[in-house]
């Protein structure tokens, strides 16, 4: 058990519908980062947030958009789905000491989201 | 652009035997972390182990053990003892010490473990 939670395991929705995915990072934990894993796109980056403000964006689509409150939970809300949204969905999180160094990101169990 | 590469999609060992995984990245960047997590059938992602670019010594985690090879920018992973509990994907990947901490994976390979 990594320390990171995500609710809920599995997700199944429809085309065209709204999702809203959950992360509670490790305790001490200020970085939360999500990343989604498809079968055609591999593991990838999709943003990162610390101490509630946006630090880094990767290959996240403008119907996707994610925040963290100050209690340091993050939400990865996702609109208009697609077919193509369908994939494993995970969360990480990492104490981050400063820009000078890097920290292990702990990943949370995932959420599996089918668009039907 | 920054890539990793897994060129076995597969792997079989047998118990008690000793496998490597390789892993080859492209990066300009001179400092960077390079990781690699496991991904059992629980589809939970695993930190294996941890290697800092700057550090020469090749990081150990038990049976777990790297050939670090910062020139040919070569990240191996190499597992002795197998174990039925090692089968699992195994996924290569880095992260730039800029502050902007994003993982950048490799497409995984699979490891079986035969009794």
């Known amino acids: 058990d990594s320390g990171v939670t995500q609710t809920p395991k599995h997700l199944i929705t429809a085309t065209g519908q709204r999702v809203t995915l959950r992360c509670s990072p490790r305790?001490?934990?200020?970085?939360v980062y999500w990343y989604q894993q498809s079968l055609d796109q591999g593991l990838q980056f999709l943003i990162q947030?610390?101490?509630?403000?946006?630090?880094a964006k990767g290959n996240i689509l403008e119907r996707f958009s994610a925040q963290q409150f100050p209690d340091l939970h993050s939400e990865l809300n996702l609109s208009s789905l697609e077919l193509g949204d369908s994939a494993l969905y995970f969360c990480?999180?990492?104490?981050?000491?400063?820009?000078?160094?890097?920290?292990?990101?702990?990943f949370g169990p995932g959420t599996r989201l089918t668009v039907l | 652009a920054q890539t990793v590469t897994q060129s076995q999609p597969e792997m079989s060992v047998q118990e008690a035997e000793t496998v490597t995984l390789s892993c080859t990245y492209d990066?300009?960047?001179?400092?960077?972390?390079l990781f690699w997590y496991k991904q059992p059938p629980s589809r939970q992602m695993i930190l294996v182990i941890r290697?800092?670019?700057?550090?020469?010594q090749n990081a150990t985690e038990n049976r777990f053990s790297v050939n670090f090879q910062k020139a040919a920018k070569s990240f191996s992973l190499k597992i002795s003892d197998s174990q039925l509990g090692d089968a699992a994907m195994y996924f290569c990947?880095?992260?730039?010490?800029?502050?902007?901490?994003?993982?950048?994976f490799g497409t995984g390979t699979r490891l079986l473990v035969s009794p």
């Open positions: 990480a999180s990492s104490v981050d000491l400063g820009i000078t160094a890097v920290d292990t990101q702990y």
């Open positions: 305790s001490g934990d200020l970085s």
């Open positions: 947030y610390y101490n509630g403000e946006e630090r």
């Open positions: 990066t300009s960047e001179s400092d960077y972390y």
């Open positions: 290697q800092e670019a700057y550090k020469q």
């Open positions: 990947a880095y992260v730039l010490n800029t502050g902007f901490q994003k993982l950048v």
